[in-house]
Nanobody
Framework: QVQLVESGGGLVQAGGSLRLSCAAS????????VAWFRQGSGKDREFVAA????????YYTDSMKGRATISRDNARNTVDLQMNSLKPEDTAVYYC??????????????????WGQGTQVTVSS
């Protein structure tokens, strides 16, 4: 079992930066594939970024490439998402999710059995 808790959300002006953090419980967290998803008001949940257990592989949605960096510290059981040059369309609740056995379908939320409660990111224009 893995429990996830997100933090770091808030209100920021367009062009600003935020660093989200996902803290996990569980001794085997280092083996989990972790992703960030987001869901804007009235929108479907969408994939943002993901990272493998060893950090050897990272993945980003096209709209965040060059603006976001996902990283993890397995000693601290955390996965961070640094977001820069934020835009109003980045406004959403951001969730981290974890899976022990990721597949090539890692961009789909239904691949992840463990989810955090979410953290709100609001970007003002």
């Amino acid at each position: 079992q893995v429990q996830l808790v997100e933090s770091g959300g808030g209100l920021v002006q367009a062009g600003g930066s935020l660093r989200l953090s996902c803290a996990a419980s569980g001794r085997t967290f280092r083996s989990y594939f972790v992703a960030w998803f987001r869901q804007g008001s009235g929108k479907d949940r969408e994939f943002v970024a993901a990272i493998s257990g060893s950090s050897s592989n990272t993945y980003y949605t096209d709209s965040m490439k060059g603006r976001a960096t996902i990283s993890r510290d397995n000693a601290r059981n955390t996965v961070d998402l640094q977001m820069n040059s934020l835009k109003p369309e980045d406004t959403a609740v951001y969730y981290c999710a974890a899976a022990a056995f990721p597949t090539s379908l890692y961009r789909l939320g239904n691949q992840y059995p463990y989810w955090g409660q979410g953290t709100q990111v609001t970007v003002s224009s």
